[in-house]
Protein backbone atom coordinates (compact mmCIF):
# COMPACT_ATOMS: atom_id res chain seq x y z
CA UNK A 1 0.00 0.00 0.00
CA UNK A 2 1.19 3.77 -1.02
CA UNK A 3 -0.26 6.96 0.13
CA UNK A 4 -0.07 10.70 0.18
CA UNK A 5 -1.67 13.20 1.54
CA UNK A 6 -0.38 17.24 1.73
CA UNK A 7 -1.78 20.43 1.81
CA UNK A 8 -1.93 22.93 -1.15
CA UNK A 9 -1.15 26.75 -1.86
CA UNK A 10 -4.53 27.12 -0.52
CA UNK A 11 -4.37 25.79 2.84
CA UNK A 12 -0.44 27.38 3.17
CA UNK A 13 1.03 23.73 2.41
CA UNK A 14 0.15 24.00 6.25
CA UNK A 15 -0.34 19.95 6.68
CA UNK A 16 -2.39 20.31 9.86
CA UNK A 17 -5.04 22.08 7.41
CA UNK A 18 -5.20 19.48 5.32
CA UNK A 19 -8.76 18.42 4.59
CA UNK A 20 -8.54 15.35 2.97
CA UNK A 21 -8.45 11.83 4.67
CA UNK A 22 -6.74 8.29 3.52
CA UNK A 23 -7.06 4.74 4.95
CA UNK A 24 -6.06 1.19 3.97
CA UNK A 25 -7.04 -1.67 5.91
CA UNK A 26 -6.72 -5.38 4.99
CA UNK A 27 -7.16 -9.04 6.46
CA UNK A 28 -6.74 -12.26 5.02
CA UNK A 29 -10.16 -12.21 2.57
CA UNK A 30 -10.64 -8.14 1.98
CA UNK A 31 -8.63 -5.17 0.94
CA UNK A 32 -10.40 -1.47 1.18
CA UNK A 33 -9.23 1.81 0.20
CA UNK A 34 -11.18 4.87 1.46
CA UNK A 35 -10.41 8.29 0.24
CA UNK A 36 -12.31 11.45 1.13
CA UNK A 37 -11.82 15.26 0.66
CA UNK A 38 -13.64 17.27 2.45
CA UNK A 39 -15.48 20.41 1.22
CA UNK A 40 -13.04 23.30 1.90
CA UNK A 41 -16.20 25.99 2.35
CA UNK A 42 -16.91 23.71 5.77
CA UNK A 43 -15.87 24.28 8.67
CA UNK A 44 -15.62 21.27 9.56
CA UNK A 45 -14.60 19.03 6.85
CA UNK A 46 -10.93 17.77 7.50
CA UNK A 47 -12.56 16.25 10.65
CA UNK A 48 -15.64 15.52 8.46
CA UNK A 49 -13.24 13.63 6.09
CA UNK A 50 -11.99 11.23 8.91
CA UNK A 51 -14.75 10.25 10.24
CA UNK A 52 -16.04 9.37 6.99
CA UNK A 53 -13.18 7.20 6.24
CA UNK A 54 -13.04 5.23 9.44
CA UNK A 55 -16.57 4.96 9.26
CA UNK A 56 -16.50 3.40 5.85
CA UNK A 57 -13.44 1.31 6.31
CA UNK A 58 -14.91 -0.20 9.46
CA UNK A 59 -18.48 -0.87 7.70
CA UNK A 60 -16.89 -2.54 4.72
CA UNK A 61 -15.14 -5.12 6.66
CA UNK A 62 -18.19 -5.79 8.62
CA UNK A 63 -20.87 -6.12 5.51
CA UNK A 64 -18.86 -5.83 2.74
CA UNK A 65 -18.92 -9.68 1.73
CA UNK A 66 -23.41 -8.99 1.65
CA UNK A 67 -22.63 -5.41 -0.17
CA UNK A 68 -20.68 -6.71 -3.00
CA UNK A 69 -23.58 -8.92 -3.67
CA UNK A 70 -26.49 -6.36 -3.70
CA UNK A 71 -28.33 -4.41 -5.84
CA UNK A 72 -25.77 -1.17 -6.45
CA UNK A 73 -28.76 1.09 -5.23
CA UNK A 74 -28.87 -0.57 -1.72
CA UNK A 75 -25.43 -0.35 -1.63
CA UNK A 76 -25.11 3.40 -1.83
CA UNK A 77 -27.79 3.50 0.34
CA UNK A 78 -26.86 1.66 2.79
CA UNK A 79 -23.75 2.67 3.65
CA UNK A 80 -24.62 6.22 3.54
CA UNK A 81 -27.56 5.97 6.00
CA UNK A 82 -24.33 4.74 7.88
CA UNK A 83 -22.06 7.20 7.06
CA UNK A 84 -24.99 10.18 7.96
CA UNK A 85 -25.87 8.22 10.95
CA UNK A 86 -21.53 8.46 11.72
CA UNK A 87 -21.83 12.53 11.19
CA UNK A 88 -24.95 13.39 12.72
CA UNK A 89 -23.77 11.72 15.70
CA UNK A 90 -20.51 14.13 16.03
CA UNK A 91 -22.93 16.59 15.03
CA UNK A 92 -25.03 16.38 18.00
CA UNK A 93 -21.83 15.92 20.40
CA UNK A 94 -21.03 19.33 19.23
CA UNK A 95 -23.70 20.90 18.11
CA UNK A 96 -22.62 21.69 14.87
CA UNK A 97 -24.57 21.87 11.63
CA UNK A 98 -23.85 18.04 10.12
CA UNK A 99 -22.98 20.35 6.32
CA UNK A 100 -20.30 21.29 8.00
CA UNK A 101 -18.72 17.98 7.95
CA UNK A 102 -19.30 17.65 4.25
CA UNK A 103 -16.75 15.70 2.00
CA UNK A 104 -16.61 13.88 -0.89
CA UNK A 105 -16.23 9.90 -0.65
CA UNK A 106 -14.27 7.53 -2.67
CA UNK A 107 -13.80 3.89 -2.26
CA UNK A 108 -12.56 0.28 -3.23
CA UNK A 109 -13.41 -2.95 -1.63
CA UNK A 110 -11.75 -5.95 -3.25
CA UNK A 111 -12.47 -9.04 -2.10
CA UNK A 112 -9.82 -12.11 -2.21
CA UNK A 113 -12.70 -15.35 -2.07
CA UNK A 114 -14.17 -14.38 -5.61
CA UNK A 115 -11.36 -11.37 -7.03
CA UNK A 116 -14.48 -8.85 -7.56
CA UNK A 117 -13.74 -5.51 -6.48
CA UNK A 118 -16.82 -2.78 -5.01
CA UNK A 119 -16.34 0.52 -6.58
CA UNK A 120 -18.27 3.90 -5.12
CA UNK A 121 -17.48 7.39 -5.73
CA UNK A 122 -19.05 10.41 -4.77
CA UNK A 123 -17.85 13.49 -5.64
CA UNK A 124 -14.60 14.66 -7.55
CA UNK A 125 -12.19 11.98 -6.90
CA UNK A 126 -11.00 9.52 -9.65
CA UNK A 127 -10.24 5.61 -9.71
CA UNK A 128 -7.92 4.00 -12.05
CA UNK A 129 -7.48 0.27 -12.30
CA UNK A 130 -3.37 0.01 -13.91
CA UNK A 131 -2.98 -3.25 -15.75
CA UNK A 132 0.51 -4.11 -17.51
CA UNK A 133 -1.14 -2.50 -20.83
CA UNK A 134 -2.04 0.84 -19.12
CA UNK A 135 -4.56 2.54 -17.16
CA UNK A 136 -8.32 2.70 -17.15
CA UNK A 137 -10.53 4.45 -15.50
CA UNK A 138 -13.16 3.33 -13.01
CA UNK A 139 -15.15 5.55 -11.63
CA UNK A 140 -15.06 9.76 -13.14
CA UNK A 141 -14.55 12.44 -11.26
CA UNK A 142 -17.67 14.91 -11.71
CA UNK A 143 -18.27 18.07 -13.19
CA UNK A 144 -17.34 20.46 -10.55
CA UNK A 145 -17.75 23.70 -11.83
CA UNK A 146 -20.94 24.46 -10.19
CA UNK A 147 -20.61 22.20 -7.21
CA UNK A 148 -20.91 18.28 -6.73
CA UNK A 149 -22.16 15.71 -4.23
CA UNK A 150 -21.03 14.83 -1.51
CA UNK A 151 -21.96 12.90 1.46
CA UNK A 152 -24.12 14.97 3.07
CA UNK A 153 -26.04 16.26 -0.09
CA UNK A 154 -29.68 14.62 0.39
CA UNK A 155 -30.57 11.74 -1.98
CA UNK A 156 -26.39 11.44 -2.56
CA UNK A 157 -27.41 7.65 -2.82
CA UNK A 158 -28.90 8.30 -6.29
CA UNK A 159 -26.12 10.23 -7.74
CA UNK A 160 -23.27 7.68 -6.46
CA UNK A 161 -21.04 5.70 -9.09
CA UNK A 162 -21.37 2.46 -7.50
CA UNK A 163 -20.15 -1.00 -9.44
CA UNK A 164 -18.37 -4.38 -9.37
CA UNK A 165 -15.64 -5.09 -11.92
CA UNK A 166 -13.49 -8.62 -11.49
CA UNK A 167 -10.01 -8.03 -10.97
CA UNK A 168 -8.86 -10.35 -13.50
CA UNK A 169 -5.57 -8.45 -15.22
CA UNK A 170 -5.86 -5.47 -12.92
CA UNK A 171 -2.23 -5.27 -10.78
CA UNK A 172 -3.49 -2.22 -8.90
CA UNK A 173 -5.78 0.10 -7.73
CA UNK A 174 -5.38 4.17 -7.51
CA UNK A 175 -7.44 6.51 -6.00
CA UNK A 176 -6.62 10.33 -6.13
CA UNK A 177 -8.28 13.76 -4.97
CA UNK A 178 -8.99 16.38 -7.27
CA UNK A 179 -5.61 18.02 -6.64
CA UNK A 180 -4.06 15.19 -7.72
CA UNK A 181 -5.64 14.34 -10.74
CA UNK A 182 -5.39 18.00 -11.64
CA UNK A 183 -1.66 17.60 -12.10
CA UNK A 184 -1.65 14.47 -13.66
CA UNK A 185 -4.22 15.10 -16.56
CA UNK A 186 -4.60 17.62 -19.30
CA UNK A 187 -7.95 17.76 -21.63
CA UNK A 188 -9.25 14.07 -19.91
CA UNK A 189 -5.63 12.63 -21.05
CA UNK A 190 -2.90 11.13 -18.55
CA UNK A 191 0.47 12.84 -19.05
CA UNK A 192 2.36 9.85 -20.03
CA UNK A 193 4.89 10.24 -17.91
CA UNK A 194 2.66 9.32 -14.64
CA UNK A 195 1.00 6.69 -16.62
CA UNK A 196 4.55 5.40 -16.18
CA UNK A 197 5.22 5.99 -13.05
CA UNK A 198 1.49 3.97 -12.09
CA UNK A 199 2.17 0.96 -14.79
CA UNK A 200 5.33 -0.06 -12.85
CA UNK A 201 4.02 1.30 -9.39
CA UNK A 202 7.01 3.95 -8.81
CA UNK A 203 5.58 5.55 -6.10
CA UNK A 204 8.33 6.80 -3.97
CA UNK A 205 8.85 8.91 -7.82
CA UNK A 206 5.35 9.83 -8.25
CA UNK A 207 4.93 11.32 -4.27
CA UNK A 208 7.79 13.64 -5.31
CA UNK A 209 6.57 14.34 -8.39
CA UNK A 210 3.42 15.75 -6.31
CA UNK A 211 4.87 17.03 -3.72
CA UNK A 212 7.17 19.44 -6.00
CA UNK A 213 4.64 20.48 -8.01
CA UNK A 214 3.07 23.93 -7.77
CA UNK A 215 -0.68 23.66 -6.45
CA UNK A 216 -3.65 25.08 -4.93
CA UNK A 217 -5.69 21.70 -3.64
CA UNK A 218 -4.95 19.43 -0.88
CA UNK A 219 -3.20 16.65 -2.76
CA UNK A 220 -4.05 12.79 -2.00
CA UNK A 221 -4.06 9.77 -3.50
CA UNK A 222 -3.77 5.72 -1.94
CA UNK A 223 -3.00 3.10 -4.14
CA UNK A 224 -2.47 -0.50 -3.28
CA UNK A 225 -1.19 -3.90 -5.02
CA UNK A 226 -4.25 -6.29 -5.94
CA UNK A 227 -2.65 -8.89 -8.11
CA UNK A 228 -2.31 -11.51 -5.24
CA UNK A 229 -6.28 -11.11 -5.34
CA UNK A 230 -7.07 -13.88 -7.92
CA UNK A 231 -3.67 -15.60 -6.64
CA UNK A 232 -5.52 -15.84 -3.50
CA UNK A 233 -9.25 -16.88 -4.49
CA UNK A 234 -10.95 -20.08 -3.11
CA UNK A 235 -11.99 -22.72 -5.18
Not at 34 to 47: H, I, M, Q, Y
Not at 205 to 229: G, Q, W
Amino acid sequence: MNYMSEAGSHHGYDNSNNQDAVIFKKNKEYCVMVLADGVSACNKSAEGARIVCNAVSEYLLAHGKRLIQMNRKYVAEYLLTYVMFKLNEIASETQIDVNEYSSTLAFVFADRRNGKMLYFSIGDSLIIAVRNSGCSIVAMPCDSRNGCCVTTTYNASVMAEVGVVDTDNINSVFICSDGAWHLMYKRNRMYESFKSLLINQEYVKLKDVLSSAERYDDCSFISADISDLRRGRRK
